[in-house]
């Protein structure tokens, strides 16, 4: 009867055993798990250009800076010379091109670079600034980038001043290369609180010239608004197939989740349309209407309610009035 109980608890000592070792094995597997998150979560994403000299690429890096000048000195480090073994990568500082400075304001960060920066190509100049933009807006505090050439600020081939910048404010294709970059001032058009009116903002960005301004600004409208009291007229899910162009009418192919209508306060289904026609229209040149086609066919009820197997033409009494006034005082 003794020998059994020695036994038993011999058996339970085994099962205990175990079960500290499996929960030993998940303490680590969770340890791993944050380790994995704090490291991604520290990652920056760094930007070169291909060996080409056409387009820009991006390589994750894990910074060791613990200051903001030390973070500054050690990411323009690192753009001005890339990583050993990463073949195809290349500087997007071009020979000459030096950093003379920098300042930081309350959320925004001025570099200044020498004034060989004006010898750049077109193309090198905007890989140049895109990369930059793109890194530096990825440090905590830095919500825009100002560039200036020997403490001036940079100025565009047509010599006005270019504003501060953030990553939106470049947009690249992902398939190709390219040989320039399109500047453009958008005027794209959302849903007030209502959801019954539009209301206008201007949004200013670079883009591939391999993307057709169309299609631009539809992308920014999926984007989303900046400013508050401004409602979304497309969500962020939504797809485009395709974007054409012909005899002054734009084509749009959706595919079929744009015909999913929100669930919660959604606006009215033809200033949703609307925000899509004005916006083209009001931004790109001889376009004079707006077709709809979802997968590829027209012959559809847009929520329901509006056939879209028609031209839709520029309609300024969707406009909210204040921005109808804005247009009017800045023409």
């Known amino acids: 009867?003794?020998?059994?109980?020695?036994?038993?608890?011999?058996r339970h000592l085994v099962k205990r055993k175990r079960k500290l070792l499996l929960l030993f094995a998940v303490f680590l597997f969770v340890l791993w798990g944050c380790g994995k998150k704090q490291e991604k979560e520290n990652s920056y994403k760094l930007y070169y250009v291909n060996q080409a000299g056409t387009r820009l690429a991006e390589s994750d890096y894990y910074p060791q800076a613990q200051t903001f000048e030390e973070m500054m000195d050690e990411l323009l480090g690192q753009l001005q010379n890339p990583p050993v073994g990463s073949s195809g990568l290349m500087s997007v500082?071009?020979?000459?091109?030096?950093?003379?400075?920098?300042?930081?304001?309350?959320?925004?960060?001025r570099i200044d670079f020498s004034g060989e920066y004006y010898k750049l190509s077109n193309t090198q100049e905007v890989l140049l600034r895109a990369a930059v933009v793109k890194t530096f807006s990825q440090v905590p505090g830095v919500a825009k980038v100002m560039i200036t050439v020997n403490k001036e600020q940079l100025k565009d081939t047509a010599g006005e001043l270019v504003q501060p910048m953030d990553a939106n404010s470049f947009i690249d294709t992902k398939e190709g290369g390219?040989?320039?970059?399109?500047?453009?001032?958008?005027?794209?058009?959302?849903?007030?609180?209502?959801?019954?009116?539009l209301v206008k903002e201007t949004r200013s960005l670079h883009y591939s010239s391999n993307m057709v301004q169309e299609r631009v600004v539809v992308e920014q409208l999926l984007a989303g608004p900046e400013e508050s009291g401004h409602k979304a007229v497309l969500g962020s899910d939504v797809r485009i197939q395709n974007v054409y162009i012909q005899n002054g009418?734009?084509?749009?192919?959706?595919?079929?989740?744009?015909?999913?209508?929100?669930?919660?306060?959604?606006?009215?289904?033809?200033?949703?349309?609307?925000?899509?026609?004005?916006?083209?229209?009001?931004?790109?040149?001889?376009?004079?209407?707006?077709?709809?086609?979802?997968?590829?066919?027209?012959?559809?009820?847009?929520?329901?309610?509006?056939?879209?197997?028609?031209?839709?033409?520029?309609n300024r009494s969707y406009i909210e009035q204040s921005s109808m006034q804005t247009e009017e005082t800045a023409a």
């Open 1 to 10: 009867m003794i020998q059994e109980t020695v036994y038993d608890d011999g």
């Open 93 to 109: 500082f071009a020979e000459g091109v030096a950093v003379n400075g920098y300042e930081r304001g309350i959320d925004a960060l």
């Open 178 to 197: 390219i040989n320039s970059y399109q500047y453009a001032t958008l005027i794209l058009y959302f849903a007030d609180s209502d959801g019954e009116k």
């Open 249 to 314: 009418i734009c084509t749009i192919n959706f595919d079929e989740s744009v015909n999913n209508m929100p669930s919660e306060n959604p606006p009215d289904a033809t200033v949703v349309l609307y925000a899509v026609v004005n916006s083209i229209c009001d931004t790109c040149d001889g376009i004079s209407g707006v077709k709809f086609e979802i997968n590829g066919d027209s012959d559809v009820l847009f929520w329901n309610t509006v056939d879209l197997n028609q031209v839709f033409m520029m």
